[in-house]
């Protein structure tokens, strides 16, 4: 056994068990358990990935420049107020380790994604959980959960697992109510499934205590190539700067995912599919007895009556060659988290969850 022990923290981080992705015995999965986008990437992003071959030898771009014009220009942000990272995961990485540390704390929910306590914990923070009423982010239970020690409060918008999200309104009356020395960190990772909505960004340029975080993983369609941003007060991103190593992001990610941003046609097509199938697959579950709240993200989170019957359900669905998600994590035992997938998919889903019942 090695002498040396880790940090304080570390070990009450329980390592991470992602979405499955085969069951022993079936063949031709479908894999719903972790909010990919079933259509792929944008055709414009696969050629951009074929065209880097050709510059694998050099380092990648350090400041991320294109990139981030191109953010610019496509979400009307300043792009020099973006940070890009290693998935927006690295982006909660870099708040945690700039702003959070041994005696102070990190404020999230008990429905809030799972990366918010493993960072916080990596940092030597205290994760504080706060309890919510009815699964929706609950901005006052968060305002009560907030000390002279909190440095950050994450909230998703929409959220996952649970699908719900709360109005601008709301995410200002939290960013205007938290302690002086605290950031709001405002995940958008599902931002883009809800049309109309900026993600928080607009928020983020008349406050100085709100950052924004996006992704490449969910409706681009870019998970595999792990690209996330963030978007804050210029001081912020400034420090995150100091803390992100030079060569964070491959040139072959940088360039499918600037390709990406710019197919708006894509993403146009991604957002409609996914709120008609979405949609259509909640419909069926509740006609089937399994209901789940109105989600704004390519997930629906179904209401079982209780875990055992959640648990047989994902068995069930499992050797129909179905894998979802079991929540049990985020406090949420008798629910399964299903991802909108193709048309064919979401029928299947429907099919063997009454076939279940
Ligand atoms: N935030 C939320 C709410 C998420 O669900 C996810 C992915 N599951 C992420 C952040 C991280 O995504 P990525 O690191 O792939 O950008």
Known sequence: MTAIKPQPGIMDIALYVGGKSHVDGVTNVVKLSSN????????????????????????????????????????????????????????????????????TEVVYTEHGFAMYRISALAAGATPVEVRERERVTDVDAILAGCTDRTRLVFIANPNNPTGTMIGLAEVERLAEGLPEQCLLVLDGAYAEYVEGYDGGAKLVEHRDNVVMTRTFSKLYGLGGLRVGWGYGPKDVIDVLNRVRGPFNLSGTALAAAEAAVRDTTFVEKCRSENTRLRGWMAEALAEHGVPSDTSTANFVLARFADQEEAEACDLYLQKQGLIVRRVAGYNLPHCLRITVGDEPSCRQIAHYVGLFK
């Open 36 to 103: 990919e986008n079933p259509f792929g990437p944008s055709p414009a992003a696969q050629e951009a990935v074929k065209r880097s071959v050709h510059e694998l030898h050099r380092y990648p771009s350090t400041d991320h420049r294109a990139l981030r014009d191109a953010i610019g220009e496509v979400h009307g942000v300043d792009p020099e107020r973006v940070i890009c990272g290693v998935g927006s995961d690295e982006i909660i990485t870099f708040l945690c380790q700039a702003y959070a540390g041994p005696g």
